[in-house]
């Protein structure tokens, strides 16, 4: 059974960067769609960015297009999210998500069907 784990999270200075990583037991990350995605506090979760199975296509949202970055790590079986340029905005509690049933990633958290449990990513001064 998939399971997932996001870390990498803390806190950062605005104009920092980070990187989060989405670790996976029980399957192979490569096999899924794999999404990231934040949730900020009385906000509902938000799509962040995505990359299809087979690396065919990502998605960014639009808030963070030109700062972030998702790519696969198949060899230590991660998906990561380099974030640059971090804003106060993007405090947040970023989750990962797999599509169990399509190869396509879409940014929309309804997609997804097993999630990890989430980490906190601070932008402040």
């Known amino acids: 059974q998939l399971q997932l784990v996001e870390y990498g999270g803390g806190l950062v200075q605005p104009g920092g960067s980070l990187r989060l990583s989405c670790a996976a037991s029980g399957a192979t990350l490569a096999d899924y769609a794999i999404g990231w995605f934040r949730q900020a506090p009385g906000k509902e979760r938000e799509g962040v960015a995505c990359i299809s199975s087979g690396d065919t296509s990502t998605h960014y949202g639009r808030s963070v297009k030109g700062r972030f970055a998702i790519s696969r790590d198949n060899v230590n079986n991660t998906v990561n999210l380099q974030m640059n340029s971090l804003k106060p905005e993007d405090t947040a509690v970023y989750y990962c998500?797999?599509?169990?049933?399509?190869?396509?990633?879409?940014?929309?958290?309804?997609?997804?069907?097993?999630w990890g449990q989430g980490t906190q990513v601070t932008v402040s001064s």
């Open positions: 998500g797999a599509d169990l049933q399509w190869r396509l990633c879409v940014i929309e958290p309804s997609s997804y069907d097993s």
